[in-house]
């Protein structure tokens, strides 16, 4: 397995991440993505909505605020439900999620006894269960945990008071189910059809981190499926194994080996408190086996709840037997930043050319790739080479992303396209003034063909897909 040091290094040497505000020291677990790393995510999200919207008749896509009013967030329970047990050491004041500390399978046998003890019977419990503290090692220096909302707080208006707090969105889908009745009314869909949305998300995390896997600011590709009332429950199973599925192929799309996924059926007891089911697809990080995306069955939780909030009808309407009801929820979520970083941790290939010789090369599916074709001419002091080279490149830049590259040696240009994972490399050599040939290159193999310039645009898209 690839460790995590390694594609750091890459990232940033080729332009894929940066830590963000790098000049004045950074800020902690924050990050830019640079001119490789935003090619990346968006063919990400626009191949992802060409599947999930483009692709099918059931789904309509929405652009939702940031900023909502904070009776949203009430209704939703994250106001009171959407928090972390934290706690903090007398001596340091560093501050620890308890769960990550003594495990998920400890702190759920536990937390009710927290919930209901004294502050005395709080102390001793948490001193035998974290006898010293993590960061600077004192003993008995960990008090009681105490709930820590995740939502990143504001204010709207000029005073800063009780009245103007509101937040930043920890999440995408309330966006989506406060407008369930607009999208209905403007869209004409009849249930079960879907909304999907890809943005930003916020959440106050106390510890993030493993790079990009867990930030306080990141983006979010999701579905709210809805559904009818289901009558049993094979009803709602069976439209859940059909996004289980889809989410499944978006993986191999991905260029993933599936066998580095694994499916957790989340136990009732961890269970989020609008799921009745949810899946977790855990990719093989090089840090370990972590959550990738998310699969819940929502049941009918928040249009009843944003209905009983607002005093708005969020029901639907059959339209042939009139009657009304609250459609049930299936929802899929895909976090765009460990997608990118399972494909990275994927893609990312160290090769021995030779005895002295170690290639580093990024081996995304070709739709993927940032860049997919360079154009390098051999010399750079050749006018007649850097002349057809040139107009070789604005041809293939009306369907391509290319870079054009003409300085170092020709060996270390293909290796800067390796590490940024191009798949083809095209050389206008001095036989190219003669011929009307060039050489490309495949970036996978090292393999290097002659083709005629008039037949090359052809031949580049039909490899490419190939890729």
């Known amino acids: 397995m690839t460790s995590i040091d390694k594609i750091i290094s890459l990232c940033k040497r080729r332009g894929f991440i940066f830590p963000s505000s790098d000049i004045y020291g950074g800020l902690a677990n924050s990050w830019d ?12 999200k626009s191949e992802w909505w060409k599947i999930f919207v483009h692709s099918r008749n059931d789904m309509v896509g929405l652009d939702s605020a940031i900023i909502m009013n904070p009776k949203v967030w009430e209704s939703s329970g994250h106001t009171k439900g959407f928090s972390d047990p934290l706690v903090e050491c007398k001596k340091c004041h560093r501050r620890f999620r308890v769960d990550h500390i003594v495990g998920d399978d400890v702190w759920n046998k536990v937390k009710d006894f927290f919930e209901e003890a004294s502050n005395e019977d709080k102390e001793k419990k948490i001193k035998e269960m974290i006898p010293e503290c993590p960061e600077c090692k004192e003993k008995e220096s960990i008090m009681a945990p105490r709930n820590f909302n995740l939502m990143l707080k504001t204010f709207l208006g000029v005073v800063e008071d009780k009245t103007s707090i509101t937040y930043l969105r920890p999440e995408t889908a309330q966006g989506m189910f406060v407008n369930f009745k607009n999208i209905l009314d403007s869209s004409r869909k009849q249930v079960p059809f879907g909304m999907a949305q890809i943005g930003k998300a916020f959440r106050n995390e106390i510890t993030p981190g493993n790079y990009i896997f867990r930030t306080r600011e990141f983006e979010q590709m999701e579905i709210e499926y809805f559904i009818p ?212 290159r495949d970036r996978d193999t090292m393999n290097q063909v002659r083709v005629n310039i008039d037949e090359l645009e052809n031949y580049l898209k039909e490899n490419l897909n190939k890729k």
């Open 229 to 440: 009332v289901p009558k049993d429950d094979k009803e709602w199973q069976d439209h859940f194994e059909h996004w289980r599925k889809q989410m499944a192929q978006w993986i191999t799309h991905l260029g993933i080996d599936y066998s580095h996924i694994h499916e957790l059926d989340v136990p009732k007891e961890d269970l989020a408190h609008y799921s009745k089911k949810t899946i977790d697809f855990e990719y093989e990080f090089p840090f370990g086996l972590s959550e990738l995306y998310g699969l819940a069955y929502r049941t009918d939780f928040d249009l009843k709840n944003h209905e009983n909030g607002s005093g708005e009808n969020m029901k639907f309407r059959d339209p042939e037997s009139g009657e009304e009801y609250w459609p049930h929820v299936i929802e899929p979520t895909f976090g765009i930043e460990r997608t990118l970083l399972a494909v990275l941790v994927e893609a990312f290939n160290e090769e021995e050319v030779s005895s002295d010789d170690t290639r580093i090369v990024m081996k995304f599916p070709g739709w993927i790739a940032p860049v997919k074709v360079a154009v390098l001419p051999l010399v750079k002091n050749k006018e007649e080479i850097v002349s057809k080279a040139t107009k070789i490149f604005n041809r293939l830049q009306q369907n391509f992303v290319c870079q054009y590259d003409a300085s170092a040696s020709i060996g270390k240009r293909y290796r800067r396209q390796d590490e940024i994972g191009t798949p083809f490399c095209v050389t206008i050599d001095f036989e190219s003034l003669e011929n009307n040939e060039v050489t490309v």
């Open 33 to 44: 993505f640079g001119p490789m790393g935003v090619e990346l995510k968006n063919n990400i």
